[in-house]
């Protein structure tokens, strides 16, 4: 793993950007697997106010709730156009549709756009219990596509963006481990002392289902961009 130290997350965007820039312009990355939450948000910023051109490239998002209208405020769909897709159109961006009626048929139809589009660059967050899309503790390690429950750590921690717990879903289709261990290249970013449990587990700890992001020890091309305050558990 190649583990990139930055100061904060303004730094932290700018490197994953310089990453991803790298990527198409210098390796002709065309996919790009994408995460919501609070971590992606300065890359966002900086892949807004860049003159990056977006038109030819595809995106490919991590996760959505289940239950959420692709137009609700919460959805990860709205929060993609709110910091990306708005400012900067892709040729075509994916993001599972959390409305489907038949969940096997939407996990099948996810799991084909991911296999017609193999992923050049995958940009992660990390929980706090060190899932990585929404693949909980437990998950294994060749999961693809599927509907999963959150756990409650998770549910506690996306409960900032709803006006109450009761809001936030319980449910989510998530992108498998084993379609993320599949992209070409991954950038991992983390913040804070609240995900430096979840990045030593995942460095250094053992690979194991209890800490999902630990398979990504196998990766051969994953950088890491996180501050001190989640490397500061590292030995
Ligand atoms: C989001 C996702 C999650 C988040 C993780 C960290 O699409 O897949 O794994 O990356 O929960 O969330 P933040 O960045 O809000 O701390």
Redesign the pocket.
């Known amino acids: 793993m190649n583990i990139i130290a930055v100061k904060d997350q303004v730094e932290g965007g700018k490197k994953a950007f310089e990453l991803i820039r790298q990527g198409i312009e210098g390796n002709n990355a065309r996919v790009l697997g994408l ?6 948000v300065t890359l966002y910023e900086e892949m807004v106010k860049s003159d990056l051109d977006c038109s030819h490239l595809i995106a490919i ?3 959505e709730y289940v239950g959420l209208k692709e137009t609700d405020s919460q959805s ?1 769909r709205t929060f993609m156009n709110e910091h990306l897709f708005n400012a900067k159109p892709f040729k075509e961006s994916y993001v599972p549709d959390g409305m489907a009626a038949d969940a096997d048929a939407e996990c099948a139809r996810y799991d084909q756009i991911i296999a017609n589009n193999p992923i050049d660059i995958q940009v ?4 706090t219990n060190g ?4 693949n909980e503790p437990g998950a294994p390690f060749d999961s693809t596509t599927r509907k999963v429950d959150l756990v409650e750590s ?1 549910i506690e ?1 996306n409960k900032r963006f709803f006006e109450k717990k009761e809001d936030v879903p319980t449910q989510a289709y998530s992108m498998g481990i084993g379609s993320i261990l599949k992209a070409k290249e991954i950038i991992l970013i983390a913040y804070g002392e609240a995900k430096a449990d979840a990045l030593k587990g995942m460095i250094e700890g053992p690979k194991t289902e209890d800490c999902p992001a630990s398979a990504l020890q196998d990766h051969a091309n994953i950088y890491v961009i996180a501050d001190e305050a989640a490397l500061s558990k590292l030995s």
């Open positions: 995460a919501t939450g609070s971590t992606p998002n991590l996760d990860y992660l967050g990390i929980g899932h990585i899309g929404f998770t921690s």
